[in-house]
């Protein structure tokens, strides 16, 4: 068994930050989001991976290299243009053997793995979906099932009239590999509108697992800003780097000044710089390297590598990405999502 992670959108809701650095490897927290999909997959001992590329895949490679450092071993099958999710499983096939995990490469979650595998097996189907409940499913593959937990329907983005179940696609696979060759090859091509679709079609037993746990695509600043959130908040567990220090972590190599305040929850990561008469959190995540002057605020916002955030300035539900620096007094408030090496001058207000 190996598995597939879809990692080649562009992600376009992300941007400006995800103009230098693809979604795949944007930090969550203390480390490339992908990390957490590889600690999933090794739960059912999984460590060959095939990461499905089409954006920036140099910028993903400089990150995981071959695996050899984290113990897995990571193939890259990279398109020219884009194929879509199934082109791009398609692309992946000569890597594979006889079951072959899927995974979108946004998705965030803490689904039973090794039960969605024995699952697969135990009842024969030749795909398992992962299906997970949400409020508004318009924004996902709508996934109907029957009552012997077979999948019955898939409709990706359903219109509001189509809606008739809350359960939609979590982007979580277990594949009989042989199930791939019916793709077509070298051409742009849906899993979600043709494929699974077509699978029904053909008779085939496509097998449901509904996952209540946690599950998130942090596809979007907001989803992006609530992963860290549920992080920090212990709604998602993580052994963050760092040790534990009121309510929030530390990172041994961040240097707090005396009479600087941290507010629970908040993380302050390797080389960060939090001054006398700063306050950081609740909720704010510092990445690496980011230096909060005398009286400056953070609050439920994440900054990655190499920010400075001038005194007394305000950041309040922002997005700050690397290498921005934020003048003295300056407000940086919700919504704001700042690409790298933004400058924002003294006393200046956004969002
Ligand atoms: N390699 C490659 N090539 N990867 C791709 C391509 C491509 O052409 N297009 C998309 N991907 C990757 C994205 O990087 C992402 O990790 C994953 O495939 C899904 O694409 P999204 O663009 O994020 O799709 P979505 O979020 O609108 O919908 C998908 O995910 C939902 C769950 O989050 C669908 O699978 C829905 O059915 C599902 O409910
Ligand atoms: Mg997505």
Known sequence: MKAVILAGGEGTRLRPLTLTLPKPVVPVVDR???????????????????FSIAYQPDRVRRVFGDGEAIGRRIHYAVEESPLGTGGAVRNALSFLDDTTIVFNGDVLTDVDLPAVVERH???????????TPVPNPAAYGLVETDPQGRVRRFIEKPQPSQITTDTINAGIYVLDTSSIELMPAGTNYSIERGFF?????????????????YWIDIGTPEKYLQVHRDILGG????????????GGWVHAEARIEEGAELVAPFYVGPGCDVRAGARVGPDAVLT??????????????????????GEGATLQGALVGTSVRIGRNATVGAGAVLGEGTQITDFSRTA
Do not use: M, N
């Not at 490339?32 to 095939?50: A, I, N």
């Not at 709604?235 to 220090?245: E, I, K, N, Q, T």
């Not at 690496?288 to 955030?309: F, K, L, M, P, Q």
């Open 197 to 213: 679709p077509g699978l029904l079609e053909r008779g085939d037993h496509v097998g449901a697992f509904v996952h209540r746990g």
């Open 121 to 131: 097996r135990a009842s024969g189907a030749r795909a398992t979906l992962v299906l």
């Open 32 to 50: 490339p989001f992908l990390t957490h999909q590889l600690d999933l997959l090794s739960r059912v001992g999984v460590t060959e991976v095939v």
């Open 288 to 309: 690496r390297a980011v230096a909060i002057e005398a009286g400056a605020r953070v609050a439920d916002s994440v900054v990655w590598d190499g920010t400075s955030v």
């Open 235 to 246: 709604r998602f567990p993580v052994a963050l780097h760092g040790s534990a220090r009121e």
